[in-house]
């Protein structure tokens, strides 16, 4: 889908304009997303390495701009939105992309990058490796991101059959929407009605299943 040098373009791209700690753990994303895409979906690591270069386009913008480049292109900024500004740079990046990387602005890829903070529900598989790549790369110091890691690899999914290794990463998505709902539980925070949603839709799964 993208050749190698296509990528390192890419990535020399993205680097402009960003701060060599944002750039550090975008790389680090991607490296996490080619490891989940040996274990998962090797056939679409390219484009899922394209979605790891790009998820944080706009992560540095300030809350105006994210809120200008929405509105600008018509699309509707909620209070609730406003309420929460980390997740408006997942909207805003799947704004701009089209504009600015048009090669790689593929449905796949701009749907990686708008889920890739929330979560949704009835996640595809490509969205949920982006999503906890995120949540699990190296550059990852915080007490949950670690946690989350070390379940996640701890548990060996390379000695996994694939029908573990999938029950494996909703398992730990399950973890990941339960910790970072609990922060914002304890922070005082809105909760995006999407995660409540991506949880819920793989708890319901997990359930109907047994
Ligand atoms: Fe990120």
């Given amino acids: 889908m993208f050749n190698e040098k296509e990528l390192d373009a890419l990535r020399d791209g993205i680097r402009v304009g960003m701060s060599e700690k944002r750039f550090r753990h975008t790389y680090e994303v991607e490296k996490m997303v080619v490891y989940l895409a040996g274990l998962y979906m090797p056939e ?15 992560k540095e913008f300030s809350t105006e701009e994210h809120i200008r480049i929405l509105i600008e292109r018509g699309v509707e900024v909620s209070e609730e939105d ?6 408006l740079h997942a909207r805003s990046a799947v704004a701009l992309i089209p504009e600015r990387y048009e090669s790689f602005a593929t449905d796949e890829v701009l749907s990686c990058v708008r889920w890739h903070t929330t979560g949704r529900s009835d996640m595809t598989l490509s969205e ?8 699990i790369d190296l550059s990852r110091t915080f007490d949950d991101c670690v946690k989350l890691r070390e379940a996640f690899m701890g548990a060996e999914p390379e ?9 494996h ?3 730990i998505l ?3 929407f339960d910790m970072t709902m609990s922060g914002l539980l304890n922070d005082g925070l809105p909760i995006s009605h999407y995660t409540v949603d ?13």
Avoid: F, G, Q, W
């Fill in 44 to 58: 679409k690591t390219d484009m899922l390495r394209a979605a790891a270069l790009l998820h944080d386009v706009t």
């Fill in 82 to 87: 406003i309420c929460s500004p980390k997740t």
């Fill in 128 to 135: 949920k490796l982006i999503y906890l790549a995120d949540y």
């Fill in 159 to 167: 000695k996994m059959s694939m029908e573990e290794r999938l029950l």
């Fill in 169 to 171: 990463l909703d398992k």
């Fill in 174 to 176: 399950i973890m990941s």
């Fill in 198 to 210: 991506a949880r819920n839709s793989l708890i319901c799964k997990k359930l109907l299943s047994r």
